[in-house]
């Protein structure tokens, strides 16, 4: 007897959201939006759209002047600033500014995601060297963060979004300092993730990233979602039973 496989479940969504910058600048208006686990959701607009505020939100780096957020369970409305931690262990961030130490090795700014989470340091030691390799940054693990270039502190910034297997990753414009070959890197390490159950926002005006994925893509303009390409729920990746082990393994 044929079966109709499960509906994914929203991990993130929001409702009527919008958000207003002093005094009346209107960054989002009234944006509602659901994402389903195991998706990978593009974003795309020009500068200034609203994509880098919608990331912002959903990590609860900022707050909506109004609307409701949730995320991986968690409504960020009432989410007590004690509790936050909780949400960071859920979500991995990667923004155009990076947010390295700079005075730090590029081993110690991808540490620092695991260490905050009593991660011990044979693991930590083993996932930074295995991301450093699959992002051709092999040779930096000892190099000051301060000392690499762009692309290089870029892909530093997202292995540590990434070196934790959080349930959701969002990455702002996490090509926009690469050539062609180093990009193909860092998105086959997204689609890894999303193999084994990532669910992933990407905001980036690069369409070539999008385009004939069949992935669900949604185009900002002036804070408002202008367009949205649907895709098929049989593009959502649903976790393998090796990494659910490992997962288990791991808590």
């Known amino acids: 007897?044929?079966?109709?496989?499960?509906?994914?479940?929203?991990?993130?969504?929001?409702?009527?959201?919008?958000?207003?910058?002093?005094?009346?600048?209107?960054?989002?208006?009234?944006?509602?939006?659901?994402?389903?686990?195991?998706?990978?959701?593009?974003?795309?607009?020009?500068?200034g759209a609203g994509k880098t505020t919608l990331l912002r939100l959903i990590s609860h780096i900022e707050r909506p002047t109004k609307g409701m957020i949730e995320v991986a369970g968690i409504d960020l409305g009432k989410l007590p600033r004690n509790k936050i931690h909780l949400l960071r262990r859920k979500v991995g961030t990667a923004y155009q500014d990076f947010k390295l130490l700079s005075d730090r090795t590029v081993a110690d700014n991808i540490a620092i995601a695991m260490e905050v989470i009593y991660r011990p340091s044979s693991h930590i030691?083993?996932?930074?060297?295995?991301?450093?390799?699959?992002?051709?940054?092999?040779?930096?693990?000892?190099?000051?963060?301060?000392?690499?270039?762009?692309?290089?502190?870029?892909?530093v910034a997202i292995a540590r979004?990434?070196?934790?297997?959080?349930?959701?990753?969002?990455a702002d414009e996490p090509t926009g300092n690469l050539d062609a070959e180093t990009t193909a890197r860092v998105m086959e390490l997204f689609y890894q993730l999303n193999r084994q159950g990532t669910t992933l926002l990407i905001a980036t005006h690069d369409r070539s990233l999008f385009a004939d994925t069949g992935h669900r893509v949604i185009e900002l303009r002036s804070g408002k979602i202008k367009s949205t390409v649907n895709r098929?729920?049989?593009?959502?990746?649903?976790?393998?039973?090796e990494v659910h082990t490992v997962q288990e393994s791991e808590q």
């Open 1 to 47: 007897m044929h079966q109709t496989p499960p509906t994914p479940s929203t991990i993130v969504d929001l409702v009527k959201v919008s958000k207003t910058y002093h005094p009346d600048t209107q960054a989002l208006v009234d944006i509602s939006l659901n994402v389903c686990q195991g998706e990978i959701l593009f974003l795309t607009g020009v500068s």
């Open 125 to 155: 030691e083993q996932r930074t060297r295995t991301l450093l390799d699959q992002l051709d940054l092999a040779t930096k693990y000892n190099t000051r963060a301060g000392d690499l270039s762009r692309g290089e502190q870029q892909r």
């Open 161 to 170: 979004a990434v070196a934790n297997n959080p349930e959701i990753v969002l």
């Open 232 to 241: 098929s729920l049989k593009n959502i990746s649903e976790p393998t039973e």
